[in-house]
Structure formats: C-alpha cells, structure tokens
C-alpha cells in the first residue's frame, strides 16, 4: 500500500481550506508522530518555525531516513537543513515576478511560464523572492531576474527538500483551463516516487527558552511563530507601536496580561491553542484592556464576547473590473480612525461579515450595512476591536499593497486608542 503524504497542520480552521489529498497532522503534535508512516511533510507558509526550529532533529532524522520535505513559504528560521532565510524582491515589479524558465521535472510537466506568473492576470502569487540554492541542488524554476523560486535538494540530507519561495504548491492554481492545476496531483506523486523513507528514531521533545517577551503597560501583540507574523511583528515603523512587547502563542495560556493596555491577535492563528489561552485574553478585557482581533477567512475565536461571524465567499478580482469598488463605507465618517486611514485603504478584499452587539460602534460594513469593523465598549469592561480583514498575514507576506496602507493609519490610531483606553482604567 501506498505511503500517505502528511501535511502539518496549523489549525487555523478557515471554511476556504478544504480537503487537499494529505492527512493532517497538527505540527504541535510533531514529537508524537511517527513519520515513518509518511512518504513525505508538506509544510505550509503560516507553520510556527519557532516550533519547527525547536524539532528541527526530528525533520532531520525523517529526512535522513529517506523521506521527504516540501516547504512552501518564507524561511525565517533555522529548521530545514541546507536552506537560507528568504530573500524578498525589492523593489517588486510586474516584470521582476515573471516566470522566466521551468526546468524538465514530474512536478512542472506540462505547465507553462504565464500559467504560473499570472493568476485571472495578476502577477505575484507564484514567487515574490527566492531562497539561496545550497550547492549541488536542482533549480526548477526562475524568475525573469533569474531568481531560483523553486528548488529540490538531494545533497544536505539522506532524503529530499523541495523549497518553493512564497506559495503553497499543493494549493496552487490558476483558474479553470491554466496548465498550473496539475500542479497538485503531479507534486503528490512526485513526493510518493522520490520517498525511501525506512524506520525513524524515536521523535524526543525538544522545550526551548520562553519565546515570549511581555513588559507592563503598552501594546503587545500575539505571535504565532509563521513568518508574515514574524515580519510584521519586526518591521520597525509597526513595531514601534507594540511597547507591551509580544507573546508567544504556545505560551499564551502562562502569561498574565493584565498589566498590559492592549493586545493584538492576528489573523490565521492556531485555533486550539488560542482557545487554551481564552482565560488570559478574557482577563485582560474584564480588567479593562483593549484586545484587537483580525480574521483571514477563519471564525473570529468564539470565546471573544457579543463576536457574531459568518462567512461569505471571498471575491479576490473585484478590483479588475472597470470602475469596480467594493462599495466600503462607515456609518460613522466623523471617527478618529478616519483621520488616519481612508476607506480606500480599507479595500482589498474581505472573508466574512459581523453582526455587532447593540451599541458597538461600527466603522467600516457593507453596502448591505454588514459590519466588518467595529468596536465594543459594552460587552466588557474592556475595549474589543474586531475585523473579517486580513490585512497583518498579507503584508507579512510580501503581497497586497492596500495591506500596508491599512496599517500604516490603522496602528498610529489604535496606540491612540489603547493608551486612552488605559487612562481611565
């Protein structure tokens, strides 16, 4: 019987991620799991590499036993071996994304170049960098610059690594009719002929240092150990904001937030481990904090109070119509949000709507008058801020310029907010 392929799971629970050909394995779970059983791990761009990084002799040993790997993502940290940390396109450009060259490989038979640069004629989903190639790897793709995006390596292991810069192979397509979509069914039984995987030690846990790093007082935000949370977190004129420093997500349940003024829960979180550090968040409002959450096509998490979320399918090419426009608009244009950002920032696209609780002020809906910001200050005693925007995950990503001007109005007001907020506590 055919070895299955596995792929590590961040459990982020998004009604847009269906089933994909892989068993899930959630990567908290690692040093549990017999990979053995596995001809090769999928891991994807929103994995905790601080986790990974702590396991990192686990994806070795699976490896040098003959399995293997494919990563498709930014590296930020030190777990797969042989690869180097991304490199991203500066500055991006329509030409610098093109796909200039694809190698003769099972993975890519029969895709062409513009069925990978271009998704509806948009540019930019396939690879927006490169990682550096280790020595004595294959490239099999390169952009017009000729960056390597896409690689497989045979020599830093007894197994196979194949690092794709910037998007999931297994997930990638191009829409009805583009050569891309063989894409999944070829990478799956390429990973099943290319594995030799045999017996593997037995996995050890591997506790590190305590991630998180909390000082009274400010705003802090959530870190879920992925490497658009990480590039956010660590791009100076947003970090500035974040005086209350971060908070590791698997150390969520073991901080006390109660001497911050607010907090920042991105979206596409683990959503079991957020659920087990519910308390801590809900301490901090009961104590009158200020606690922000974002969502990119997952539930808002349910235990934040009055939150009300429904999905709806998300439109990505809105825009390409024209004189299209998602039709944004705030029942409240008086708001000192809009001092600092404008609906048009607000507009790229969103995941889903929210039914306010009575007496939230809502700042940004539909034209159906469907919410997808607002604040509560009757809830709890404390402050919640809520959005079905995604904005965190994409600038962290490289990718949706709209993203960076959110948050470039968007944090300046809520430091504002926050601070306000913990004056009258």
């Excluded at 690594?161 to 891309?180: E, F, K, N």
């Excluded at 970090?239 to 209350?244: F, Q, V």
């Excluded at 998602?326 to 404008?342: A, Q, S």
């Amino acid at each position: 019987m055919t070895a299955p392929v596995a792929t590590l799971d961040m459990d982020i629970r998004s009604p847009e991620i269906g089933p994909d050909g892989t068993e899930w394995v959630d990567l908290y779970a690692l040093a549990g799991t017999d990979l053995s059983r596995y001809a090769g791990l999928i891991v994807p761009a929103m994995a905790d590499q601080e986790h990974l990084e702590r396991h990192r002799r686990i994806i070795r040993d699976y490896l040098d036993a003959g399995g293997v790997v494919v990563f498709g993502g930014h590296l930020h940290r030190n777990w797969l071996p042989g690869a180097a940390p991304f490199l991203p396109l500066s500055p991006p450009s329509l030409g610098r994304y093109r796909v200039a060259a694809i190698a003769e490989h099972p993975v890519f038979a029969g895709v062409e170049a513009d069925d990978l640069t271009f998704r509806r004629g948009v540019a930019g989903f396939f690879a927006r960098g490169h990682h550096p190639v280790p020595e004595g790897a294959e490239v099999l793709v390169r952009l017009a610059g000729g960056e390597p995006t896409t690689y497989v390596d045979r020599v830093s292991t007894g197994g196979t690594i194949l690092v794709q810069a910037s998007c999931d192979l297994l997930r990638y397509t191009s829409g009805a009719g583009s050569t891309a979509q063989r894409i999944p069914d070829q990478l799956l039984d390429w990973v099943r002929a290319e594995s030799r995987v045999g017996a593997t030690p037995r996995p050890q846990p591997a506790p590190g240092s305590p991630l998180s790093d909390l000082r009274p007082g400010g705003l802090a935000a959530v870190y879920g150990g992925s490497a658009p949370h990480h590039r956010w977190l660590t791009t100076p004129k947003y970090a500035r904001y974040l005086t209350g420093g971060t908070v590791y997500l698997p150390e969520l349940d073991g901080a006390d937030l109660t001497g911050l003024d607010g907090l920042v829960i991105p979206e596409r979180m683990h959503r079991g481990l957020l659920e087990a550090g519910a308390r801590r968040v809900l301490e901090l409002l009961d104590a009158g904090g200020t606690v922000i959450a974002f969502s990119g096509g997952e539930p808002l998490p349910e235990f934040l109070p009055g939150v009300c979320w429904e999905h709806r399918p998300t439109n990505y090419w809105w825009w390409l119509e024209p004189g299209a426009s998602l039709g944004l608009r705030t029942p409240n244009p008086g708001h000192p949000l809009f001092d600092h950002v404008e609906l048009r920032d607000c507009s790229w696209h969103y995941h889903a709507m929210l039914t306010p609780p009575d007496g939230a002020e809502v700042l940004v809906e539909l034209p159906t008058g469907e919410a997808l910001l607002y604040v509560d200050r009757i809830s709890t005693p404390g402050t919640l801020i809520v959005a079905t925007l995604d904005p965190l995950s994409h600038f962290g990503s490289h990718f949706m310029p709209a993203t960076e001007r959110f948050l470039d109005g968007f944090l300046p007001w809520l430091a504002i907010t926050v601070t306000t907020a913990a004056a009258r506590r």
